[in-house]
């Protein structure tokens, strides 16, 4: 009887795939730390401990404290816009539309510990410019790939002359709710009422404005003659 082998069994990882799991490894722990402790109890002496790791071990692959928390920050970003569940299908009615996109959003991105870890990271590093820097790089990224996939998914709002606004305006209100979380309760007994009828508020809204956008298309232009 003939065993056919996978080509993967028994194969090592090379010194590159060796590199990157170890530094997927750190930026996991870095964040847990951050989300568990506080962003200024996360030093590279804590990653190490928290790793398994030396600190020299760390340093090999992070040069600094600021550097790793640019790496941390990619992370975060990445994790929360490469995820193609946002973007509902633009063929769903608006309504059915707007109300997955909202929840989608909220839970993948806004309601997710990452996020105030995110922030807790943005609001540490405001007297360190090279992590700004990264960061509005990463936030204009971000933007634009928010913006494609919003009106992709809501076309009737794409020719809207305020649609940079009303993007802005979702997702500024899904900010806001999303940092309310760092004044809940550590463990919320229940669901948050008022929260999901702020979420239920925004997807109306949204799903009003595309109707809106929609029946007005569908108007035709009534072109006025001169009499003779």
């Known amino acids: 009887m003939n065993h056919r082998v996978s080509p993967k069994a028994g194969v090592r990882r ?9 530094r997927q490894h750190l930026i996991a ?8 402790r506080s962003l200024e109890e996360m030093s590279i002496h804590e990653l190490a401990k928290s790793a398994g790791m030396t600190s020299g071990a760390v340093l090999h692959h992070f040069e600094s404290k600021a550097v790793l928390m640019m790496n941390v920050l990619s ?11 946002l973007w509902p299908s633009p063929a769903l009615p608006a309504r059915e539309r707007a109300a997955k996109f909202v929840q989608a959003v909220w839970s993948l ?8 870890v995110a922030w807790n990271i943005y609001l540490g590093c405001r007297n360190q410019p090279e992590v700004l820097g990264h960061i509005a790089e990463l936030r204009q990224s971000v933007q634009t790939r928010m913006h494609e996939g919003f009106f992709t998914a809501f076309p009737e709002l794409a020719a809207e002359p305020d649609r940079d606004g009303l993007l802005g305006m979702v997702l500024s209100s899904l900010r806001g709710l999303g940092m309310l979380q760092l004044f809940a309760p550590a463990q919320p007994s229940a669901p948050d009422a008022v929260q ?4 239920s508020c925004l997807a109306d809204w949204i799903a009003t404005r595309c109707e809106a956008a929609a029946a007005s298309a569908a108007t035709p232009v009534k072109v006025r003659t001169r009499r003779r």
């Open 196 to 199: 999901q009828a702020q979420l």
């Open 14 to 22: 090379t010194h590159a795939e060796r590199s990157a799991a170890t």
């Open 109 to 116: 991105v806004y309601a997710q510990p990452r996020f105030i």
């Open 29 to 36: 722990t870095a964040i847990d730390v951050i989300q568990r």
């Open 75 to 85: 992370e975060l970003i990445e994790s929360t816009v490469r995820s193609g569940e």
